[in-house]
């Protein structure tokens, strides 16, 4: 049977989504031992299944073929436009859902058809100069790339040879904020004030709202200066390749990617760091053998930083799994939850040692991701510098007990407490603010003191 059937056979019969019993998907399993709760799901349900979403009811797709099923729609049958949410449409929706404003940015991942092609369009040519690797400025992003990492473990490990240190706060989650900086532009003011404000977001601190109003602002006036002054940088070439790109539509991809690099992509440092000191996914072996980027395709695969989502809803009346899918029911995704699927991990000789690349957590189809060459490149620097530097790296707590986040797109930790020790004695401490004893970088000379900013940020927020 096909995973997924519009209209092609009689409609099972159920009640409607908002009456059928549905499970909270945020709980303590999900959290705690996501593989559970999913099996728990799969053995009741099938391959999609009702759920409650912070008191919003949608359908949890967490079969493998019908993931990647929806995810390519080959006959245009999903929408990503928020008024294409029936129950929103009909007022059904709280005003006061704690993720309406994960949707209150009208961009690219909530758009189709044309709409979609054009954003989608200035994106990759926006992207091209960083991530093509014959291109001068990808290979001097490697290398800042590279000297940032080296930054932030000289600053962590100040206090001697072995130390303790939260590997998330200090490392994983600050790395791609100075490569956004970069992205951005930093040289032109904008760049630490943008990366404070992401930081303050994304800890979802008590200024949240304010601070995401401010990143807005910050973005736009960061976006406006490019329209003017074009420099070479991401929203320049985005504004190159699309020209008619407004200042607000182009800050609004700028939030994007506020999320993409600096939540998406530090959770993914993260999280294989995570799995390379625990070692049970077969990420540690791979980094053992040399290979880094199959070490991060193994975290990518048993932990991606989106396990969830965000919603798509079908156009048509569409027959899913044992469901039968109302136009307009929101529908989530979950590569997590597909990666378990006996049609996926059954796939995969146990002894193999590449894992497999035909995984969901980059997405498929016409929204997949365009920034997954740069996202791994950030990744597999971290990584191996940090594994490079340090001859041991311990957790500090036993890993039945890491702070997971309570969410239910991200799966992430809130900290990642090590004790380490380096390979080699701690370099002497800086006498000036750009003394690294790194090669300096003439487009941004104060980056020590960038880190030294990004690191006080996240102390106080942790306060
Ligand atoms: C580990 C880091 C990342 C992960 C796991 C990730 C994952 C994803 C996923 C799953 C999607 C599809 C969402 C959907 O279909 O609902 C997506 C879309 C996208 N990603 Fe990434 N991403 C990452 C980093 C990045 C970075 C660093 C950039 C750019 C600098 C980027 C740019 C994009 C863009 C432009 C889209 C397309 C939006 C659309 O067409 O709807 N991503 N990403």
């Keep these: 049977m096909e995973p997924q059937t ?29 593989a559970l709760f999913y099996e728990r799901l799969r053995a009741e349900y099938g391959p999609v299944a009702p759920v409650d979403v912070l008191g919003v009811p949608a359908w949890l797709v967490i079969g493998y073929p019908q993931t990647l099923d929806i995810l390519r729609d080959t006959r245009g049958i999903w929408s990503r436009r928020l008024d294409s949410w029936r129950a929103r449409r009909e007022g059904r929706v709280p005003a006061d859902w704690p993720l309406l404003p994960a949707y209150g940015f009208d961009m690219s991942v909530y758009s189709d058809g044309a709409d979609l ?53 200090q490392y994983a989650r600050p790395l791609p904020m100075m490569v956004m900086g970069r992205l951005l532009g930093a040289g032109t003011g904008y760049g630490d004030e943008v990366v404070m404000d992401v930081w303050r977001v994304l800890d979802g601190g008590p200024d949240a709202a304010e601070a995401a109003g401010r990143l807005l602002a910050d973005l736009t006036r960061v976006c406006a200066d490019k329209k003017t002054a074009p420099g070479e940088d991401l929203p320049s070439y985005m504004l190159a390749a699309t020209p008619d790109l407004t200042v607000d539509e ?190 300096e970088d003439p487009a941004e000379p104060e980056s020590e003191s960038l880190v030294r900013r990004l690191l006080r940020a996240m102390r106080l927020a942790q306060g």
């Design 6 to 34: 519009p209209q092609a056979e009689p409609a099972p019969s159920h009640p409607p989504l908002e009456s059928l019993a549905v499970q909270p998907l945020v709980n303590r399993d999900h959290e705690s031992r996501p």
């Design 117 to 169: 092609s054009r954003l989608r369009g200035a994106w990759a040519e926006g992207l091209r100069p960083f991530q093509d690797r014959t291109r001068p400025q990808a290979k001097e992003l490697e290398q800042a790339i590279r000297r940032y990492a080296d930054e932030l473990i000289t600053v962590l490990s100040e206090g001697g040879r072995t130390g303790w240190a939260d590997l998330s706060a």
């Design 250 to 439: 182009l800050a609004r991809e700028m939030v994007l990617l506020a999320g993409l690099i600096g939540d998406f992509t530090g959770t993914l440092v993260c999280n294989t760091i995570a799995e390379v000191i625990i070692g049970e996914t077969g990420a540690r072996d791979s980094l053992s053998a040399g290979m880094i980027q199959e070490a991060v395709n193994r975290a990518a695969i048993s932990s991606p930083p989106m396990s969830n989502l965000t919603f798509r809803w079908p156009k048509v009346d569409v027959r899913v799994g044992r469901f039968q899918i109302a136009a307009g029911d929101p529908v989530m995704l979950s590569p997590a939850a597909a990666h378990l699927d006996p049609a996926f991990s059954d796939g995969a000789a146990a002894d193999s040692i590449y894992s497999s690349r035909a995984h969901l957590t980059w997405g498929a189809g016409p929204h997949a991701c365009l920034g997954r060459d740069l996202a791994t490149t950030i990744t597999t620097i971290a990584v191996e510098r940090l594994f490079d530097r340090f001859s041991g790296v311990r957790l500090a707590l036993p890993a039945d007990q890491l702070p997971w986040r309570s969410s239910p797109m991200m799966r992430g930790l809130r900290s990642l407490p090590v004790n380490y020790e380096l390979a080699a004695p701690p370099p002497e401490p800086p006498a000036g603010p750009s003394d690294t004893g790194a090669a």
